[in-house]
């Protein structure tokens, strides 16, 4: 289905409020500020700071 282009120009990182990136496999999307990975799930950007993955420093 894919994630609506006005969807993601609106969302913003819960923790710093700054930008979003969303992945290359649009499976979720990217915090360089807090270094955080926010995952999409059926669909649905799950935007929650506890359900937040950290990226890898490596």
Do not use: H, Q, W
């Not at 289905?1 to 700054?18: R, S, Y």
């Not at 059926?42 to 490596?58: F, N």
């Amino acid at each position: 289905m894919g994630i609506n282009k006005e969807l993601i120009d609106i969302l913003a990182c819960p923790k710093c409020k700054g930008d979003l990136k969303l992945t290359e496999e649009e499976d979720g999307f990217i915090c360089n500020n807090c270094k955080l990975r926010y995952p999409i799930k059926d669909d649905i950007p799950v935007m929650l700071i506890d359900e937040a993955i950290p990226l890898s420093e490596g």
